[in-house]
């Protein structure tokens, strides 16, 4: 049974992050741990008692598809409603629109719960936010006056529509066509793996859709970004026709069967009637708020299912009996041998599932930290009232969206992998729920462009176009704060060397690959998924390290909640002992592993 891990989630926000820098921003300037704790309080409760019952029920039942239209499983729509009721959609959008205004941090944070307890319920208010970012953005006044409030209430749902048979990551492939009508457009094509394209939650739903004006430049630069509704929304705001867009199928998929992955027809019969968002031909650049904004949120899925996978691998490692611990024996002439434990006992006391499961946890609370991380400088960049703040924060958190992106759903499909391995062969079955955790977290490395597609990112336009300033300024600071620990504890001291040595590894790194980039620019690309999981690890290890001086703090000012303080020492001690040193393999694949790559035919592989 899944428990929102709401002490750890306060202990970022409230210790390693902290609001102080919040609140000198003034749209956030009424924000405190208070709030933020009786936000997660009340999301912790929704998670554990609403959503969490559905998770395995939904997998079971999974979204059904008729000509009808799509039928969610059953208690999905009951419990949509409550969470509309409760006013959780409404979250993070502008207080003008029937918003609550929320900073990202405490929305992402408030994310994770969705996406731990029931990843495919998490999907739909996802994109909604996306494509209410877009409208906050680019949108008209008219438009944003006739879409938002229904959407930020969550009356009615959003949509991502990208991806066609022939364009998948490469969108300057779009053949979606749109034909000016009167002041609208009209929209024809097809579009596949829309997430919750069609389903019977909501009365409408708002597709965001990018398309070709007939006569547009070929390329990404053609390309138009359209609202195109479902049921087509008057200009006074009255219901209207039932438009010409529907869902002809939905795919049959290895997780998330609750949530509807739909191919969408656009204008079979009379063309579906759209509106143009913005200018025309800036489509893809209005398309990339709401990818950033996914981006961050899918990157917190795949921690997040870590979160789940390893609560799933702790209870059955706790009440799971099998063999006997080895345990140390007193020396004999000179050295030490091992002897077992004299009865079979759980399997938690064997030191292999207790790697596994630190290690899990380790990876989880570095992933958590540091998305945590991305969205605070996210909204220091959107809301500081210092322009260099605001300009620096917005920089960073620009160079951490890749990473967190890519880096934590790799490691939340590896960390659910290793939960099936703690429970054994009980793991492979679906009985325990480990199979089904893994089976969800899969997609969420492909979701919103692959790991590959993110490390070009990283390298590409984050990394490259500033010449690694960036980079480079993170880099500062997490060598000046580490040094500033106090090392009067073994575990802190610990961490702070491994830390410093692996700053220090990573900056020479990063001249290089930058070197490598404006010269052999394949050479560079070659090893960027590396270089992506070298930068996760690094800045994973330096939030532990301060989350273990902090610890040791609190211990020796006598906190009362000893055992938590502890155990944020025993998992930093495991990840700067053994993750952490993950970072000595890709600094040699980063320096030499390019002409692996590059250098091969590919008529050899």
């Known amino acids: 049974m899944y428990r929102a891990p709401v002490k750890d989630i306060r202990f970022v926000l409230d210790e390693l992050i902290g609001t102080e820098a919040l609140r000198t921003c003034p749209e956030f300037a009424e924000f405190s741990s208070e709030t933020s704790d009786a936000v997660l309080g009340e999301a912790a409760r929704f998670a554990e008692t609403i959503l969490e019952p559905l998770c395995k029920s939904g997998d079971r039942q999974g979204a059904q598809w008729t000509a009808m239209g799509v039928t969610m499983p059953d208690g999905f729509k009951d419990a949509y409603l409550q969470f509309c009721e409760s006013g959780w959609p409404s979250l993070r959008a502008q207080a003008e629109f029937g918003g609550q205004n929320v900073p990202t941090v405490l929305g992402t944070a408030v994310e994770e719960l969705w996406a731990s307890s029931n990843l495919a319920f998490k999907l739909c208010p996802m994109l909604t936010q996306g494509a209410v970012e877009a409208i906050q953005h680019f949108g008209t006044p008219q438009q944003k006056q006739l879409y938002l409030p229904k959407m930020v209430s969550g009356q009615w749902t959003g949509t991502m529509n990208l991806t066609e048979p022939q364009a998948g990551s490469d969108l300057a492939q779009v053949r979606t066509r749109a034909v000016p009508a009167g002041p609208n457009y009209r929209i024809y094509g097809q579009k596949i793996f829309i997430t919750y394209g069609e389903h019977d939650l909501t009365e409408n739903i708002v597709h965001m859709v990018l398309a070709r004006i007939d006569g547009a430049p070929p390329g990404v630069r053609g390309i138009s970004l359209f609202i195109v509704p479902k049921f087509w929304v008057n200009a006074d705001g009255t219901p209207g026709a039932r438009n010409d867009v529907n869902c002809a199928s939905i795919e049959h998929k290895l997780g998330i069967h609750a949530s509807p992955t739909c191919v969408m027809m656009f204008g079979e019969n009379e063309g579906a ?28 899925e795949g921690y997040a299912q870590g979160e789940r996978a390893f609560q ?10 099998q063999g006997k611990p080895p345990v140390p024996v007193a020396k004999v002439a000179g050295s030490a041998s091992l002897g077992t434990s004299s009865s079979p006992a759980p399997i938690i006391g064997h030191p292999d599932v207790k790697r596994m499961l630190l290690g899990m946890k380790a990876t989880v609370e570095a992933s958590r930290a540091m998305a945590l991380y991305a969205a605070h400088q996210l909204d220091l960049g ?10 620096a924060a917005q920089a960073r958190g620009d160079l951490l969206i890749p990473v967190v992106k890519g880096y934590c759903t790799d490691n939340g499909i590896e960390v659910a992998s290793t939960g099936v391995q703690v429970h054994g062969g009980m793991g492979y079955v679906e009985e325990t729920g480990a199979a089904q955790t893994l089976r969800d977290v899969r997609i969420t490395a492909i979701y919103e462009g692959t790991t590959g597609i993110q490390s070009n990112d990283l390298i590409g336009r984050k990394f490259g176009r500033d010449r690694g300033a960036a980079l480079r300024s993170l880099l500062d600071e997490m060598q000046s704060s580490t040094e500033a620990l106090d090392a009067s504890h073994p575990v802190v001291k610990e961490a702070r060397e491994a830390v410093l040595d692996a700053v220090a590894r990573l900056r020479k790194s990063a001249d290089t690959l930058l070197s490598t980039l404006s010269s052999s620019p394949d050479r560079a690309m070659a090893v960027s998924v590396p270089f992506l999981k070298y930068c996760g690890l690094t800045v994973g290890g330096w939030l532990m390290a301060r989350g273990a001086g902090i610890a040791a703090q609190r211990l020796a000012e006598g906190a009362r909640d000893r055992e938590f303080f502890e155990a944020k020492l025993a998992t930093a001690h495991f990840h700067v002992t053994q993750v952490l040193p993950e970072v000595l393999a890709l600094e040699q694949i980063v320096a030499r592993g390019s002409d692996a790559v590059v250098g091969v035919d590919p008529a050899l592989i």
């Open 312 to 321: 799933q691998a702790l209870e059955w490692a706790r009440t799971r009996v």
């Open 273 to 300: 009637l759209g509106l143009l968002v913005g200018e025309a031909n800036r489509g893809l650049e209005y398309m990339f708020v709401m990818m950033n904004v996914a981006r961050l949120s899918v990157g917190l």
């Open 382 to 391: 959107r809301a500081h009232p210092d322009d260099a703040v605001r300009a």
